[in-house]
């Protein structure tokens, strides 16, 4: 069966993200192994886009330093004298196989963005119509607490489900989610998972290293739920691992696949950034036939259905919709503002105009504007 899913997914890929981590790019020979993993899959046809880590790491390699600096500001140096290195090898080793690779520095808050995303989602296409590599990092130099991602296993989860990448391969220092031994050791190896469940979510462990490197299989397991809830595929593996990319692209037993829960499917782009992306401005607690209207019949969130309204919002803005238990149960962009709302909360449509004194929609969150929360 596992056989079967994994070759199901090579077969249908046509675009990839790959994403390797800081302690994969240390040794000199890493890069040039890595886009001759890379230049392969490109030859078979399919696109990649390659969200790099190393530019802190690069930068401390070229001042000489053993431990990852603490304040922001030292980071953030590190990273804008590193990116350049980084940016210089990449090119090198892609001039090799015949193609180019192009630099995309982006924060958390440029995706969150509706036209910033956009934008960015734009400038992808148009590299990889030109056949260029984009290589993408977070944009360290100016990130602050708010506007990061953390980590570029988020990073390159949120790439994934943007540019609608039919799998995201995270390489990593291990090969897949392990199950823990009663003693604490790491044992067998999980290779597929569908839909992350809360055991697994306590077998993630964070990373052992803090010198170099952030994250570790918490945060693969973060990137799981976030590909999932698109409706998309993550696949965890060892960049240690000779030739891994090409095992991986020849549907072999190595790593853990991520598969959405059963009953998933991929979203559209619009949805997708309002369940992955979008900035929640405030909520809407829903009666029950309102929460069964949404949940199984595709149904929108009309006047009547809408018990509370929950913080100051603007026509436009995505909201949260609650169940009466507290639950949220989708997200979703509103046709009006939180004083609107508040009036029409409990109301039939056919009493909006009374109410607000002019013609509007019916809807106070249409059908094509919601994303059910899983």
Known sequence: MADHIRKNIIERCHRVVVKAGTRLLTDPQSIPNLVAQIAAIRQSGRQVILVSSGAVGMGMKLLGLKKRPHHLSDIQALAAMGQVKLMALYEKECLKYGFRAAQLLVTADDLRSRERHLNAMNCIEALLSR??????????????????????????????????????????????????????????????????????????????????????????????????????????????????????????????????????????????????????????????????AIEQHAGSLLPSGVKKVTGTFKRGDVLEIRSLAGVVIARGQTNFSSAECRKLAGKHSNEIRAVLGCDAEEEIIHRNSMAIVH
């Open 131 to 292: 056949d260029v590599l984009p290589v993408i990092n977070e944009n360290d130099p100016v990130s602050v607490d708010e506007l990061k991602f953390g980590d570029n296993d988020t990073l390159a989860s949120y790439l994934g489900s943007m540019i609608r990448a039919d799998l995201t391969i995270i390489l990593t220092t291990v090969n897949g989610l392990l199950k823990p031994n009663p003693d604490g050791t790491l044992g067998d190896r999980i290779p597929l998972v569908q839909g992350v469940t809360r055991e697994q979510r306590e077998m993630a462990t964070g990373t052992d290293d803090g010198n170099t490197s952030i994250g570790g299989m918490i945060t693969k397991i973060n990137a799981a739920e976030i590909l999932n809830e698109s409706g998309d595929v993550l696949w965890i593996a060892s960049g240690l691992m000779p030739n891994i990319l090409e095992r991986i692209f020849q549907a072999e037993d190595v790593g853990t696949v991520f598969l959405p829960a059963e009953g998933i499917h991929k979203l559209e782009a619009k949805k997708r950034w309002i369940a992955v992306f979008s900035k929640v401005s405030g909520s809407l607690t829903v009666d029950d036939g309102a929460k069964k």
